[in-house]
């Protein structure tokens, strides 16, 4: 157990819906970083947290958003879902600080189905 | 051209032999390498971190970089059923910096 929650762990949504998917760091973890990962993409880098300000973006579409709230935990909105957004999503925190030491602690993933 | 490029497999080798994992990657600046072990349905967990060119060992596991040549590599000594498993390398150009992985290659231990 890396001590990373998210939830849910499976969604079945509709093309053109929204959902949010919500992630817990490690105890006193202060980054916090959203990746995708599907067969073809790997694991994608989308958006990385610190201490509730952004810190990092990667090729996150313009369709999702996220932000981190004053308790740590955060929130990766997805909006007008199509079919290709269906993947796993990960979060993931890295131990207390802005420098990362390489380890990055993952949650088990929230698996989004886009039908 | 991707900034890390991996061979996803499936890789399969017999018990006990020693297994080779590589990736390539095009960033230059790229100084912190990892290796990273992925079960099915769980989420990647650290195996190696090293900082620029180099070698490291740990149990049986040792991660290679050559920045000269922009290839890094893990090998597995011995090798286990256990360790069957996908194995994602990851860079970041600082520890500040975004952490960029690649696609993971599968592999599996034949008992």
């Known amino acids: 157990d890396s001590g990373v929650t998210q939830t849910p762990k499976h969604l079945i949504t509709a093309t053109g819906q929204r959902v949010t998917l919500r992630c817990s760091p490690r105890s006193g973890d202060l980054s916090v970083y959203w990746y995708q990962q599907s067969l073809d993409q790997g694991l994608q880098f989308l958006i990385q947290?610190?201490?509730?300000?952004?810190?990092a973006k990667g090729n996150i579409l313009e369709r999702f958003s996220a932000q981190q709230f004053p308790d740590l935990h955060s929130e990766l909105n997805l909006s007008s879902l199509e079919l290709g957004d269906s993947a796993l999503y990960f979060c993931?925190?890295?131990?207390?600080?802005?420098?990362?030491?390489?380890?990055?602690?993952f949650g088990e993933g929230s698996r989004l189905t886009v039908l | 051209q991707k900034e890390v490029e991996q061979d996803p497999g499936p890789l399969s080798v017999p018990e006990g032999a020693i297994v080779s994992l590589n990736c390539t990657y095009s960033n230059s600046a790229f100084q912190y390498f990892m290796w990273y072990r992925q079960y099915s349905r769980k989420g990647p967990e650290l195996l190696m971190y090293t900082y620029s060119s180099g070698n490291k060992e740990d149990g049986r596991f040792t991660a290679q970089v050559d920045k000269s040549s922009k290839y890094i590599s893990l090998f597995i000594r011995d090798s286990q059923p256990s360790d069957s498993a996908t194995y994602l390398c990851?860079?970041?150009?600082?520890?500040?910096?975004?952490?960029?992985f690649g696609k993971g290659t599968r592999l599996h231990i034949l008992p």
């Open positions: 990851a860079m970041s150009a600082s520890r500040d910096d975004k952490i960029i």
């Open positions: 993931a925190s890295s131990v207390r600080g802005m420098l990362h030491t390489g380890e990055l602690f």
């Open positions: 947290y610190y201490n509730g300000e952004e810190r």
